[in-house]
């Protein structure tokens, strides 16, 4: 049940008076009546003079988190007595000891340690794990009282609280800010009442404008949600699968799995439309007669010239995109160009041409400096037409996107230049196009057809071409959905067999029979498995050093958070460069032959965090790492992908031939990537 103020105070929040708004509030009409809504330190304490500590806060933001614990303490709040303060700093040394104080003062540790000597802790992803395990123990322990956190803390952590906290019921999904489903909100509630402890636990959601008492009623009601199987056959799965049971058993065991007869339960109410639009279009055909001719023709007269025309302008569009794209591959770096539309729009110099990419399906994707200071990374979305260089700029070799100094600098150059931020902004091609549609033979034959055809007079004209519409409507809808059907009935034994494909024509398998190449794929165990296989079989990595290894390695196994801004500056010298470059060829091809079998498992390599591996295994301080990557890193992120690259180094020094010299290098570059914190979160 609803409770019937919350309802009322809803419908007064929302509710607004007929002449209310900006001109209304000024002659005393009023506006919307607003609420107040409190800020996280209020809520603190609110909480603890009602008795409903400890609580967690789902902030839903690593940033937010941060600065929630930084709020709280500026106010001079303090949840724990000063024994409770002596107990947390001692286990918080203790746990730390290993820690080398340069580090610490990296990571914050005394802003850090101040929160949680107040009983106040955030807990995120950014963090370090070691960091993060402290405020979970003094948690469960009762020291820290108030543990703001992200969604993660909801996922495989024994942190029971008294009261949890949503400050709203949407969140930011990496693409656009969505609500939260009754499976979330069950999963983030669920810590509320701790067993033994509390009789009951406590769900508060805090007011925001716009809330729905009622929404939240069914978030909060909901108790089933749908399964839904993440299951795919990968590569290294289907080498082990056909070397254990060969093809024919591995099929049979795929087609009985879960994501298997989930497909095919969905697709009974499918059938069932297929079967009624059937017969619609039956229906819809007996109507479809004239006595003038046959309306259908007709229909299918102006279709294709609707088509005809499609196609003239696909055409020109297909001719202009390949003229975009061979312009931009011409760019070099320090070009001035024009992008004439969009956000982006103005002058901008050349820093990273992507001379690479012309042949690529969304062709050069060069990285240029906004006259605002802005690095941006363009497509061929942002020119309609060819790009034509308006000048030059000196570039300079040291030049960092992340400097702001060095962005200044070079915008400061970009105006100097004394280009015209009007050049090179020409008349559009809408001509060309009409005359290329006039001069058309085939399409001047279809309008002649259309125009001679008996229909054509016909006073119901109209009615028929409504009608032969729906019918043209419902047998599209109709191959669409029994496609669907046909795409959904056997699905995951397809996809096997289309990876068993790939596999043979690369040779990793022959029949039933596993290849030595293939034996080598079997046990490499990451999303890149195939990419890493090649890498080994290629030899690429052979003639590198170890803290060489360890930063072309990392290239399979990051994944930025944010945009990627550019190729980041290559440390390693030659050897490095040119192995990274055999990578991406490799990916690349790799890439066609899962295009060809209509699979999409791999990657490209990713350099974000090729630097930060570098200067890690020739064992840099951790604050040279983090200030110098090139991506944004927090502690938490660098450990975790450490972890990540000590474990695929450590597989790739199993499973390389033997006598081939990356076994070595692999346990060398491990060696050299185990010290400071990376080497304390690998024995914690």
Known sequence: ???????????????????????????????????????????????????????????????????????????????????????????????????????????????????????????????????????????????VRVVF???????????????????????????????????????????????????????????????????????????????????????????????????????????????????????????????????????????????????????????????????????????????????????????????????????????????????????????VLTADRQVRRLSLVDFPVAVEPLGRVRVPRAFNPRSPQSRRDLASSLRAAGVDPDAGAGPGRRARERSAAADDVELARLRRALRSHPVHECPRREEHLRSAERVTRLVKETASISRKVEGRTNTVARTFDRVRATLTELG???????????????????????????????????????????AAVSALVFEPRGDDVGAPALPGGVALRDCLDEMARLSARLGDVEQAHRLSFLRPPELGFVPAAHDWAHGRSLERVLTGSAVELTAGDFVRWMRQLLDLLDQIAKVAPEGTRVRRTARAAMDALRHGVVAYAMTV
Not at 208 to 219: I, M, R
Not at 528 to 546: I, K
């Open 149 to 367: 956190a992200t969604e993660t803390l909801a996922l495989g952590i024994n942190m029971p609280a008294r009261t949890v906290v949503l400050e709203r019921l949407t969140k930011f999904n990496g693409e656009s800010r969505v609500d939260i489903t009754p499976g979330e909100y069950t999963q983030l509630t669920g810590r509320a009442g701790r067993r033994g402890i509390d009789v009951e636990g406590h769900a508060v959601v805090l007011w925001q404008p716009g809330l729905d008492p009622l929404a939240l009623a069914g978030l909060a009601s909901t108790r089933t949600y749908p399964l839904r199987s993440s299951f795919r056959p990968s590569y290294n799965m289907a080498v082990n699968l056909v070397g254990r049971l060969g093809h024919d058993r591995s099929r049979v065991v795929l087609e009985s799995s879960f994501a298997q007869f989930q497909a095919d339960r969905d697709v009974v109410g499918l059938a069932s439309e297929v079967r009624r639009n059937t017969e619609m279009i039956d229906e819809l055909r007996a109507a479809l007669r004239c006595d003038r001719g046959d309306a259908a023709e007709y229909d299918g007269l102006r279709r294709d010239i609707r088509e005809r025309e499609s196609a003239l302008s696909r055409e020109g569009s297909a001719r202009r995109r390949a003229e975009s794209a061979a312009a931009l591959g011409r760019l070099r770096t320090g070009d001035i160009v024009r992008v004439p539309a969009g956000r982006r729009s103005g002058l901008a110099v050349v820093l990273d041409a992507d001379t690479a990419s012309v042949a690529a399906p969304d062709g050069p994707r060069p990285v």
């Open 1 to 143: 049940m609803v409770n019937p103020d919350l309802l009322r105070l809803a419908r007064e929040d929302g509710r607004g008076l007929p002449g209310a708004g900006a001109r209304g509030r000024g002659r005393g009409a009023p506006g919307p009546r607003r609420h107040w809504v409190p800020g996280r330190p209020e809520v603190v304490e609110r909480l603890d003079r009602d008795g409903l500590l400890p609580a967690i806060v789902f902030v839903f933001s690593r940033v937010g988190c941060d600065s929630a614990v930084t709020s709280c303490v500026r106010t001079g709040m303090r949840l724990v007595g000063p024994a409770e303060q002596q107990r947390i700093r001692t286990i918080v040394r203790e746990r730390t000891a290993g820690i080398p104080d340069a580090d610490l003062d990296v990571l914050g540790y005394w802003g850090w340690l101040e929160g949680l000597e107040r009983g106040i802790a955030a807990h995120h992803a950014g963090m370090l794990p070691t960091f993060k395990e402290i405020v979970e123990e003094l948690f469960v322990q009762g020291l």
């Open 508 to 550: 990793y398998l022959d029949g039933d029979t596993v290849t030595d190449a293939g034996r080598i794929l079997a046990r490499i165990y990451c999303e890149q498995d195939l990419l890493v296989a090649e890498c080994l079989r290629a030899g690429v990595w052979e003639e590198l050093t170890p803290p060489a290894l360890a």
